[in-house]
């Protein structure tokens, strides 16, 4: 039973820090990639960051050289490191797994994914 739950939402300022974490369990991690998404009542579910099992990310643009990905597979957690957050950032970030099928860059599209979190919220002011 392939479980993830979210921690570290809250309220910044722009231009400040969070960061997110998601704990898994429930599944071989050698064989899934891992992502965050995120999204805002009037957006479409986004990708922001992924993982891959063997290590490789794949960053979406609006977020690169704001935003770090990484994992400790010791103790089944993934974060997303979030600096020089902006207003447009403001949404319900999840973490996702799937069953790996390809090598190199995971997804970031959400139909690639079948295991959710329940979210936890990012709010930025201006």
């Known amino acids: 039973h392939v479980q993830l739950v979210e921690s570290g939402g809250g309220s910044v300022q722009t231009g400040g820090s969070l960061r997110l974490s998601c704990t898994y369990s429930g599944f071989n991690l050698n064989n899934y990639d891992l992502a965050w998404f995120r999204q805002s009542p009037d957006k479409e579910r986004e990708g922001v960051a992924a993982?891959?099992?063997?290590?490789?990310?794949n960053i979406a643009d609006s977020v690169k050289g704001r935003f770090t990905i990484s994992k400790d597979n010791a103790i089944n957690r993934m974060y997303l490191q979030m600096n020089s957050l902006k207003p447009e950032d403001t949404a319900m970030y999840y973490c996702?797994?799937?069953?790996?099928?390809?090598?190199?860059?995971?997804?970031?599209?959400?139909?690639?994914?079948?295991?959710w979190g329940q979210g936890t919220q990012v709010t930025v002011s201006s």
């Open positions: 993982i891959a099992s063997a290590g490789p990310t």
């Open positions: 996702a797994a799937y069953r790996s099928k390809t090598w190199g860059s995971p997804p970031l599209s959400q139909y690639a994914y079948d295991n």
